[in-house]
């Protein structure tokens, strides 16, 4: 290549060109031309320069026939229409052809562009750009190229390097392109210039350019470069520029082409797209279309044959066909593209050793992003391979993304992960290898499991939600073969299951490897585990009651163990369980048994649960003073072992004990220092039951512009929605300030019905105390007696004071007379 700063250098005839691309190839004149579908005779005249300038469409499909991409093509045409192109012993040359539309790499472009400035002299002195074949380093550096020329008056020229180039035949080129006869009159050709060399391909003859740059660059110290291939030169002053595949839209974006086409990749595949058929994108498409550009990985090429498959299918039908097996694309839809997906990922994986290749085998089992220390326990099972070096050299052949600062999250780019994955199960390394992925993944979420509770909690399941998508993988594959494992892994999540909402899918998975009979001679201590985390997602869906033989089973394991964490779980587990079940006896006194155990053992923060759960049976039994002291208690132990969000949730449960004594100015505000404090620790549930009680304290006490508000909270961004518990009694208190008696006893019904069977039923108790005292209606009256009758025998439930207070003597005297 050279640009206009240089002089034109005659190459080699077409015929030389043609003949030595044929050998290259393997294949002989007949072939050729069967092939390219035109006459022997012609490829007979070309090669003989009897047709120096053949027609175009011939050139096409000559190139076409031998399979050449990338430089090799543009090479190939230009020494066609007569331009200098290179012989039949590599290097060749040719002008810079025009840089093509070049899509989503504008950020690459810039950077490069500065770096290559001839007035950094703190810059490097060449750039390699290395990646898949296919990833568009070509496009790229010829864009770079055209930029960076005006600033270089020396002159930007190039060369292709081809397979089996000399030191010697890459300096040759070198001078050529630049216009003059020998590597050594380059000196007074640049004269002190600045010049930019193009080197394509350098992996063809890596040795060879290494030592031709090393040369030239010591030398000429005006002089710098700009390389492609799959792996860098190797030079010292060299910076290398690992080239990404384009950046496809994420799984949340909108649902409008809108939304998505900005992301280059979704223009790569549009672009493509309108040249093999007219029409817009219809609306039906944008959602497969953003699936598809996500599958392919944003990787060029893949979304060039997949464009070109725009022909005969609609994008939903491409992505049901090759969305599964991207490796299998193939074709030729555009200049620059390879013959096929495979081919280009297997490239560069040849260039790995044995080793490198079984580690890339290991990590291709990851689906999410994933840290150093993940990639050295997957590939520490009897591997020499280090993990730094392997990660490093990966980066370096374009095979791996990175992301972070202070701390690295590595990817392979999709369709090497699918490679490596084909490749493993072909060499038989498969099983072993989602084997280890699995260990791995329990080892990781057993770790991470103890940090599940307390102040700890959001951030330790974020870190598992880092990796939700190896969990899930890692279950299904151990389910299936390594049951042990997976009944490891699964005991160690019902947190995290039950903080993201995933209760039901995770109790189904703990039943199905409880029941497995290949865990029935699992670790007694893991199987303990996966009981009582049974129970507790169980509790979670209103099935608790189905799960109690599974906690005390667990309990009667953790004490037959001596594990004290176990025990205080199970009995913490076991009081929620009864309590459910309208065993509030049993309930008191598994909290009982808890707080016992917490305090022979020095648990702190769990003798501050168990002070926070027995105050419910304190107001249930309407004893208030009680229940203030057991909550100052959870204060004080909570501040001592630092546990912030206890200390919010004592908070709020004392804003409760106010607003039920009757002391609204005091649990209003107490009641919003709580909900700032549970805001702080992210604990959405608690914070809506405490602006609940903020509501209703607010309402009783008058201010209802307030309690208001908080209504407009609690009820979202839906208000004609049917309301929950929380919104429908906050409205009933409000609608009882304003007189509006009927609402009121409405809102206080559907309070209950909405309560009903809920974790604690006094919430439903103080419903029907609002039904008695403001309905109109003596039948609804009479009902609701009758069960705030039933409630408060079955659960043991005392009334309280200012509850007997609202009732009024009548009611009394109903309810007095309930069997």
Same mark, same amino acid.
């Given at each position: ?5 240089g002089?034109?250098?005659d190459?080699p005839?077409?015929?030389a ?16 031309a ?8 012609t ?7 009897r ?7 011939t050139v +096409?499909?000559?190139?076409a ?23 039949s012993?590599?290097p ?9 539309d ?8 810039? +950077?490069l562009?500065?770096? /290559?400035a ?19 380093k ?27 180039s000399?030191?010697?035949?890459v ?7 630049f ?19 193009l ?10 350019v ?9 030398q000429?110290?005006?002089l ?11 030079l ?15 799984e949340e ?15 790569l ?10 029409g ?22 893949a ?27 193939s ?9 096929s997906?495979?081919e ?24 999410n992003?994933?840290? /150093?220390?993940?990639?050295e ?5 009897g591997?020499?391979?280090d ?8 980066l370096?052949?374009?095979?791996l ?6 701390a690295?999250?590595?990817?392979l ?5 699918d ?7 072909a ?5 072993a ?31 598992l ?11 299904t ?16 999540l ?15 998975w ?10 029935a ?6 199987r ?14 209103g099935?608790?009651?189905e ?11 953790f ?14 587990q076991?009081?929620a ?11 008191r006194?598994?909290?009982a ?6 305090r022979?053992?020095g ?7 168990a002070?926070?759960n ?13 229940a203030?002291?057991? /909550? ?8 001592r ?8 949730v ?6 409760e004990?106010?607003r ?6 005091q649990?209003?505000?107490l ?19 405490? /602006? ?12 209802v ?13 839906e ?16 609608a ?26 006094r ?9 008695v005292?403001?309905?109109?209606d ?11 009758a039933?409630l ?21 005297? +109903? ?5």
């Amino acid at each position: 290549m050279t640009s206009d700063h240089g002089a034109d250098q005659d190459g080699p005839g077409f015929d030389a060109v043609l003949r030595s691309y044929r050998l290259r190839a393997k294949l002989t004149q007949e072939e050729l031309a069967a092939r390219a579908g035109v006459g022997v005779r012609t490829v007979r005249d070309l090669e003989r320069g009897r047709a120096s300038r053949p027609q175009r469409t011939t050139v +096409e499909l000559l190139a076409a026939a031998l399979g050449l991409a990338g430089a090799d093509r543009i090479a190939f045409l230009a020494a066609a229409r007569g331009q200098p192109a290179g012989a039949s012993a590599p290097p060749r040359y040719v002008r810079l052809p025009p840089a093509g539309d070049l899509i989503g790499r504008d950020g690459d472009v810039a +950077e490069l562009v500065t770096r /290559l400035a001839p007035a950094r002299d703190d810059g490097p002195r060449g750039v390699t750009l290395v990646g898949l074949a296919g990833v568009g380093k070509t496009s790229l550096a010829l864009t770079v190229a055209h930029r960076v020329a005006p600033a270089h008056p020396g002159g930007v020229a190039g060369i292709v390097v081809t397979d089996g180039s000399t030191t010697g035949e890459v300096l040759g080129g070198v001078a050529a392109v630049f216009g003059v006869g020998r590597p050594d009159d380059l000196a007074p050709r640049f004269a002190g210039r600045s010049a930019l060399l193009l080197v394509d391909a350098v992996d063809r003859a890596s040795e060879a350019v290494a030592e031709a740059l090393s040369r030239l660059l010591r030398q000429h110290p005006t002089l710098r470069f700009l390389a492609t291939g799959r792996h860098p030169v190797g030079l010292p002053t060299e910076r290398v520029w690992p080239v990404a595949p384009l950046v496809a839209p994420p799984e949340e974006a909108g649902p409008e082409l809108a939304d998505v086409a900005g992301y280059p990749a979704v223009a790569l595949f549009l672009d493509r797209l309108a040249r093999v058929r007219g029409g817009p994108v219809e609306p039906d498409d944008v959602a497969p279309l953003s699936a598809l550009v996500r599958r392919l990985g944003g990787l060029p090429i893949a979304l060039e044959l997949a464009a070109a498959r725009g022909r005969v299918l609609t994008v939903a039908e491409i992505l049901d066909r090759y969305g599964d097996r991207v490796l299998d694309l193939s074709g030729r839809p555009a200049p620059g593209a390879v013959v096929s997906v495979r081919e280009a990922v297997a490239a560069s994986y040849r260039l790995l050793a044995p080793d490198e290749q079984r580690a890339l085998h290991r990590l291709a089992t990851f689906r999410n992003r994933w840290s /150093l220390d993940l990639a050295e326990a997957v590939i520490a099972d009897g591997s020499a391979t280090d993990a730094v070096h392997l990660l490093d050299r990966l980066l370096e052949l374009g095979l791996l993304s990175a992301r972070g600062a202070r701390a690295f999250r590595f990817r392979l780019l999709d369709v090497v992960g699918d490679f490596a994955l084909e490749r493993a199960a072909a060499d038989g390394d498969l099983p072993a290898a989602r084997h280890r992925h699995a260990e791995v993944m329990a080892d990781l979420a057993q770790g991470i499991a103890p940090d599940l509770k307390g102040g700890r909690l959001a951030e330790a399941a974020a870190r598992l939600d880092d990796v939700a998508g190896d969990l899930g993988a890692a279950l299904t594959f151990a389910a299936r073969e390594h049951p042990h494992i997976a009944l490891r892994l699964a005991a160690a999540l019902p947190r995290w299951w039950r903080f993201r909402g995933r209760d039901v899918t995770g109790r189904q998975w703990l039943r199905r490897l409880l029941a497995d009979p290949r865990t029935a001679d699992a670790d007694p201590l893991v199987r303990a585990w996966a009981k009582v985390g049974l129970a507790q997602l169980a509790l979670e869906h209103g099935s608790g009651t189905e799960e109690i033989g599974s906690a005390e089973a667990a309990l009667a394991d953790f004490a037959a163990l001596g594990d004290v964490p176990g025990q205080l779980t199970a009995h913490t587990q076991l009081a929620a369980l009864w309590m459910t079940a309208g065993g509030y006896e049993r309930a008191r006194g598994h909290g009982a048994a808890a707080l016992e155990l917490a305090r022979s053992s020095g648990h702190i923060r769990d003798m501050a649960v168990a002070e926070n759960n027995l105050t419910w049976h304190e107001i249930r039994e309407g004893d208030l003073g009680a229940a203030r002291d057991r /909550l100052a208690e959870v204060d004080r132990l909570a501040g001592r072992c630092g546990e912030h969000r206890l200390r919010a949730v004592a908070a709020a449960n004392l804003a409760e004990v106010e607003r039920l004594d009757g002391r609204f100015e005091q649990a209003a505000r107490l009641g919003r220092d709580a909900m700032a404090e549970l805001e702080d620790v992210g604990d959405p549930g608690h914070r809506r039951r405490v /602006l609940a009680t903020v509501g209703l304290a607010l309402a009783e006490s008058g201010r209802v512009a307030e309690a208001l508000d908080v209504l407009a909270e609690l009820r979202g961004p839906e208000p004609q929605a049917p309301a929950d518990g929380p919104a429908a009694i906050v409205e009933a208190a409000i609608a009882l300030r304003q007189g509006e008696e009927k609402r009121a006893a409405e809102s206080f019904a559907a309070a209950a019905e909405a309560y009903a069977g809920g974790h604690d039923p006094r919430d439903t108790v103080e419903a029907l105390v609002g039904v008695v005292r403001s309905s109109p209606d003596a039948e609804r009256r009479q009902e609701a007696v009758a069960r705030l009758a039933e409630l408060c025998r079955t659960g043991g439930i005392t009334l309280l004071p200012r509850e007997r207070e609202l009732l009024g003597p009548e009611a009394l005297r +109903e309810l007095e007379q309930q069997p």
